[in-house]
């Protein structure tokens, strides 16, 4: 998917919410701004969502002289930990444990400080249990993860991994398929690092880890390694909007996502708030 006109807002007000968990004065988080715009003008905007976002977090992190999000991303986690056990009782007790924690993973998805300034997981997870789907691709996923032996699943954001783990929870219990989650090589947002999945237990569900960038480490999204790794497995499950963005090259994924800007519910044929469950 490539960038949008509405994309690019977007990146400064990334930007400028990075600076003010940094405590940063108006002064830097002008030069942030600056900076930002001036790098942007410079790059082809046919490039995907988060490949230019990574330019603009760059710079953040140059001012900042570290992860601005870790804080955040730790009260999501400490949040998300805490809703586990009840929201657990809700999956297994529901007719089809599997669709329910499908839209638990998806209610999750609204923990994204990428696309939004604030959220309500409560009254998401309340809304999205009994949502319709915009698309609804469920029943083909059940009967690939039927014959599937090798699933990659690529991780969205610190605190929505606890219901990513749920999920995966159910898929391993019930088909014992080897998994191999996608995590970040290294911070960016609050996306999941191997820091955060470790800290939730995905140990206990996930056989392998592997990584894909920041943009100043690791591979980007749309990269030919990445590619490879797509049909190397039998199931590839993609989570969020990001991920969607930078992976909707590729052919043969299932996304789970909730549609959180207009520029994706543009390309989709959605609105906002719609919940989604494609393969392509």
């Not at 953040?60 to 999501?76: A, N």
Request: charged residues 30%; aromatic residues 8%.
């Amino acid at each position: 998917m490539k960038a949008s006109p509405q994309c690019i807002p977007c990146f400064l007000r990334q930007a400028l919410q990075a600076a003010r968990f940094s405590h940063l004065n108006e002064d830097a988080q002008k030069e942030i701004l600056r900076e930002i715009m001036k790098k942007l003008l410079k790059e082809s905007w046919e490039r995907t969502p988060p490949e230019l976002a990574h330019i603009a977090h760059r710079v953040v992190r140059k001012y900042v002289g570290g992860d601005p999000y870790k804080e955040v991303k730790r009260e999501s986690n400490a949040l998300a930990l805490s809703l586990y056990p009840e929201i657990k009782k809700v999956v297994l007790n529901s007719p089809d444990p599997l669709r329910t924690a499908v839209r638990v993973a998806i209610a999750g998805n609204i923990i994204d400080f990428g696309a939004l300034e604030s959220f309500d997981i409560h009254k998401t997870l309340e809304e999205v249990l009994v949502k319709d789907f915009k698309c609804d691709d469920f029943p083909r996923l059940v009967d690939s993860l039927k014959n599937g032996k090798k699933i990659l699943y690529f991780a969205d954001n610190a605190g929505e991994i606890v219901f990513d783990k749920l999920l995966l929870q159910m898929i391993r219990e019930r088909w014992e398929p080897q998994i191999t989650l996608v995590v970040k090589e290294a911070p960016i947002i609050n996306d999941a690092t191997l820091e955060d999945a470790k800290y939730v237990g995905m140990d206990e569900v996930v056989d392998e880890y592997r990584f894909i960038g920041n943009g100043e480490v690791g591979l980007e999204r749309n990269s030919p390694e990445v590619g490879e790794w797509v049909k190397e497995h039998d199931v590839v499950i993609s989570k969020g909007q990001g991920n969607f963005e930078g992976l909707s090259e590729f052919r043969g994924i299932f996304y789970l996502l909730m549609v959180k800007c207009p520029a994706v519910a543009n390309y989709l044929n959605a609105s906002v708030g719609d919940i989604v469950l494609l393969y392509r």
